[in-house]
């Protein structure tokens, strides 16, 4: 496949489609027929009131559950104990721990630091990988890629639920990609626009190097016709 485009590797590209194949199989399958199934920052998806609070990032984390089909699952949310912030950085990467995912039978637990509720997009995007590893702990060694792309199939498996603009935005927020390069990123939420049609609504959510970006994925995905209308003849 030497003809394919560079902006992604085969390997990963093959591995970003064997997910999808595997969550259609494995997920209601009409999710991927609604362009409103693509997550955005607005009113429409989020009811949480505004706020810098538990109560707020409470509300933000009901959502999100809500969005991933979770409601019914019982998970606790605490914040993570801060350290001043001017002698926080002293205390190492421990200090920078963005959220975390505790799993337990009867208890399981979601940390997140308080301090990313100041970036309200990179706050979503946090709390969504946190409960997707909750949502797919159950089936993560069945997954393309096994047990050793468990973090990476976490992040994936957020976009291929719909919040592919929010896992990008809030990486660039970040100023850190975390476990997925945003060319990954890109490319797996450009799948999920055409099969869900939503196309427009990425073209009107994001700017700057995210749009540019997102671009050159519509692009390379065109390099992919195959995998991709295989992938479509599932749905």
Not at 38 to 63: C, E, I, W
Not at 105 to 112: D, Q, S
Not at 135 to 156: I, Y
Request: proline share 5%; glycine share 8%.
């Amino acid at each position: 496949m030497f003809w394919k485009s560079e902006f992604i590797s085969e390997d990963l590209a093959l591995w970003v489609f064997d997910n999808y194949a595997w969550a259609i199989d494995h997920h209601n399958q009409r999710f991927w027929l609604n362009p409103d199934s693509l997550v955005r920052p607005t009113k429409q998806y989020f009811k949480a009131k505004g706020g810098g609070d538990h109560a707020s990032a409470l509300g933000v984390f009901n959502d999100i559950k809500r969005l991933l089909g979770m409601s019914k699952k019982r998970i606790a949310l605490e914040p993570i104990p801060q350290l001043p912030e001017n002698i926080g950085h002293e205390y190492g990467q421990t200090s920078m721990i963005a959220g975390q995912y505790f799993p337990d039978e009867f208890n399981p637990l979601i940390t997140y630091n308080p301090r990313i509720m100041r970036q309200p997009i990179n706050f979503i995007a946090t709390l969504a990988h946190e409960l997707m590893h909750a949502k797919l702990d159950p089936v993560a060694d069945q997954l393309p890629g096994g047990w050793d792309a468990h973090e990476l199939a976490t992040d994936l498996h957020c976009i291929i639920h719909g919040f592919g603009l929010i896992q990008l935005q809030g990486a660039a927020d970040a100023g850190w990609a975390g476990y997925m390069t945003q060319p990954t990123r890109a490319f797996a939420t450009a799948i999920f626009a055409k099969l869900t049609g939503s196309e427009a609504h990425i073209a009107a959510a994001l700017t700057g190097r995210e749009a540019k970006l997102m671009k050159k994925a519509f692009k390379a995905l065109k390099d992919w016709d195959e995998e991709f209308c295989a992938l479509r003849a599932k749905l």
